[in-house]
């Protein structure tokens, strides 16, 4: 993680919080104190879960009066999907339990750290209101110092409170979707679509200045209807074919570096286009496309920052596309196809355990490589090399087309492909090749057949050599 990112973070665990906080130098190790007010006024008290660098804060803000304030910035592991800030009421119920954690919790910064709890970090903090000789007095503090009863009190408080978000008011909330996948040519057009449907702007990176390689994730993820995830492609980052059309406000980051944030007003949403060439194979069928998002974004109108957010899409609605046919299955698409896959797919060393089947060649690092192709199937060892010609073994193509055909057949697979002759012969070296009968073909076209003197007809085949 660079420097960009950890400022990033930490600006975000300062402006997350919709509660009352004075970060002080017992909470975090700082000379500095922070107030920041975002939910209300009076008696009460806080929970803000810190989930580290690579996760968002949650937090829980309630008072005394009743009212209660959840944010959510990390739901990718929940039901709930998106993000957000709400408002609700609690019962009468609740309302006693939120009476007895403030009492013990003013009682507790009294007392000072009881250590009864397990240190963790990075630790939930706490924070309280309390009434003290007429004055509200504020103080913070990590949940693990806490006594046992209290820390545990708390907590089974907090996980409950999610059953009021059906009915809360959300004062800010940020879902994303895929809106739609279509095929386009040789590639794939994927729409995601932010939603605000809240009543404050709400603001982010421009997806393609989004950092992968910093956590930020726009992870689209298809499975076959009822099936697991069949593919997972991380768009953050990638260009947007629909540049052009979004308008943004151009920042420089604290490394220096040039970004767009764009903002999605009140009850309205945004689309980001993408043209995506898939890494793998598709089968036709019915596919069901959800998103998995991770990126900083900000409520202006409300706080400074929502923080690192991450959160996924509405899994029981997801966006539902039939594909009528495989990818890839035109020549174009598998020459394609294969020449993106052999750049990615590591070389082999003899005896490397082969992580990708496929037919691989063997080459030198003179740039010079073997005729023929050979058959390597995942979780088996990388055969033996004449070091004298070969250095390594180089992924080239698809096992799912065959290299070797016979006359008659239909070619599999477009390229130069020659004659050869199995020989049975003792003390054969291998079979023959004749290079006179070398030809291009091109899928769906049929290998003919060839008279030789002195080769039965049952020992002759074609081999492909090259794309």
Known sequence: MNLDRLIRKFHALFVLTPILIMLNQDVFGMNATTAINLGGTGEGFGIVQVGGHDYGENS????????????????????????????ARLSPDDMKIAKEIHSKLCKAVESGPA?????????????????KDGKLINKSAKM???????????????????????EARPVVKLDA???????EKENFRVSIEFRNRGPYAISFRRPDDLEPDQGDRLNVQGSLAGGDVFLDANLAGMPLLNESEISGRPIITPMGKHVIYVTVAPYSSMNFEYNVSPK?????????????AALDASAPDVAPSLGFVDFHSDYKNPCRVTFDRDYPSTPQEWKEF???????????????????????RA?????????????????????????????????????????????????PREGRWILRAKDYSYGSKGDLTYPQYQ?????????????LANVEASRLFWEWLSA
Not at 144 to 166: A, D, G, K, V, W
Not at 343 to 349: C, D, G, P, Q, R
Not at 439 to 451: H, I, K, L, S, V
């Open 338 to 360: 294969e020449a993106r896959k052999a750049k990615e797919v590591s070389f082999l060393m003899p005896g490397a355990t082969v992580a990708e089947s496929g037919y691989y």
């Open 144 to 166: 693990y110092e806490l006594p046992q009863e209290l820390f545990n009190l708390i907590h089974r408080f907090n996980s409950s409170m999610t059953r009021y978000l059906p």
């Open 115 to 131: 250590h009864e709890v397990r240190v963790v970090e990075p630790s939930p903090i706490y924070d309280v209101d309390c009434i």
């Open 60 to 87: 829980l803000g309630v008072w005394l009066s009743g009212n209660i304030r959840i944010g959510l910035s990390d739901t990718i592991s929940d039901d709930f999907s998106g993000i957000g800030i709400f408002d």
């Open 439 to 451: 030809q291009r073909f091109r899928m769906g076209e049929q290998f003919p057949a060839r008279d």
């Open 280 to 292: 793998i194979k598709i089968p036709h069928g019915a596919y069901s496309f959800n998103l998995v």
């Open 177 to 183: 979707r895929i809106a739609g996948v279509k095929r």
């Open 363 to 411: 080459a030198s690092i003179a740039g010079t490589r073997d005729q023929f192709v050979r058959k390597f199937e995942q979780g088996t060892a990388a055969p033996d090399l004449d070091f004298q010609r070969w250095d390594r073994w180089e992924w080239e193509a698809d096992l799912a087309r065959a290299t070797v055909c016979k006359s008659g057949e239909t070619c």
